[in-house]
């Protein structure tokens, strides 16, 4: 398997690699995969008070491409309003990382956790439960 | 031990190419191999076959005593011996030869859940064309129960397969136990032996095997070319899978390939030669290995028997790091993973499960395969390697982030995908 210049970039130097309290209010968590599938992303983000992702963090146990994909939306969500966020799509993900077939699902793995941060978030502060998971 | 230049050197600031750590996935030829095997490119390029002219019978001659080199490494005579395209043949024609010859008389065959897959697949081949095939199951330590074994045997088992050694986890069946039981009970033993045989002392007489696969490759010796041993007293009868001028006295025509018969007497006979020395000195590297990164490292976890197991092989689950992760990590290191990331499905390796190792666990391994052109210097080198990597990765990892909260990673429920 030999990997794109731009996942090589992301598994060698991960942004925002981290993690904030989980507890605190304007904190979002998204726990995506599963161990036994060899991937699990980690995602949170701070929303400040205007709906806006001021700043993400995350983890991920999985392969270079996994990596890469959640590193790569850390990027993505920052100075997104959560409406602007949770339209990352994962075939701009796995576009912009040039993921072949096989790793797709890592790009989708990344979505999945961004919407799951978001709902947290938004469960957390009782906002919008509809879009709560 | 030999004394030639690694093939791989270490230079003072990093590495012209990763250090070759994956043994036993290939070995390279030993050049003593090429340098006997060169002439038979062209001055002796002479059909082996041809007994009618110089340049046949001397070709033969090379073949002859390649024959005699590869039967003595087992113990066997030079006439139990049919050379053939390398283990994967061997093993086809070993299940389906014997399995066709005696279909009349009996239709059941127990073999391991660990072989390879080219065992496997010969015998799920065999199932579809009505034979019954038993899988034994194994225990955490990766070797068979030999009660099961027994207990498995009906008067419809023609034969039983059971691997020398494995090529995952390296770990080493009681051949000699397997071997007793199978001639007790009047059935064929047949040994994958890709991975031993060189590696361990093997006598097929000692340890009643009726049939054995050897691969040359595996053993600094050329690829394309492997051997089948086949007992002559009592005598075990196959069905060729390869028809054509009657060659391997009808067993597997084709011309025979002359250099490469010679490569692969020439590896048995220096496999023999320094088997003991060879081991004892790749045991060394191998326990400083695991020593090194498990002193270093916590979470660390042998796969497969500490003991029963091939000098230079090691397969380790570094907790909370996925293995093709890890492996990206590791790159000046040419290593395998268990997990399902490197190979085209999503399941992790078939061997690992089959020790009972939950799927996370699966994931997180790597092969490490330690032969005769590795040096000290190339494994302290790989210790550092992988400790920095694997303790990067787990910073990195939300599960080392929830073990060292004390969250167990089995108490969360986790969605699947
Ligand atoms: C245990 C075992 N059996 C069989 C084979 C197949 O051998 P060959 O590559 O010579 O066909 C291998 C090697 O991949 C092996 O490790």
Known sequence: MSYSEKVI??????????????????????????????????????????????????????????????????????????????????????HHLALPPVKIHCSVLAEDAIKAAIADYKKKNGLDETSAA | MSDMTAVQGTKSNGLAQPIYLDYQATTPCDPRVVEAMLPYFTERFGNPASRNHYYGWEAEEAVEKAREEIATIIGADAKEIVFTSGATESNNLALKGVAYFYREKKNHIITVVTEHKCVLDSCRHLEQDGFRVTYLPVQKNGLIRLEELEAAITDQTVMVSVMAANNEIGVIQPLAEIGAICRKHGVFFHTDGAQAVGKIPLDVNAMNIDLMSISAHKIYGPKGIGALYVRRRPRVRLQALINGGGQERGMRSGTLATPLCVGLGEACRIAQAEMDEEAKRLTALRDRLLKGVSDRLPEVYLNGDAKLRLPGNLNISFAFVEGEGLMMGVKDIAVSSGSACTSASLEPSYVLRALGLDAEMAHTSLRIGIGRFTTEQEIDYAINHIVEAVSRLRELSPLWEMHLEGIDIKSIKWAGH
Request: charged fraction near 30%; hydrophobic fraction near 35%; charge should be negative.
């Open chain 1, 9 to 94: 970039d992301h598994y060698e130097h991960p942004r925002n690699v981290g993690a904030f309290k989980k507890d605190d209010d304007g904190v979002g968590t998204g726990l995506v995969g599963a161990p036994a599938c060899g991937d699990v992303m980690k995602l949170q983000i701070k929303v400040s008070a205007e709906g806006v992702i001021e700043d993400a963090k995350f983890k991920t146990f999985g392969c270079g491409s996994a990596i890469a994909s959640s590193s790569l939306v850390t990027e993505w969500v920052k100075g997104k309003t959560l409406d602007e966020a949770a339209k990352i799509k994962n075939t701009d993900i796995a």
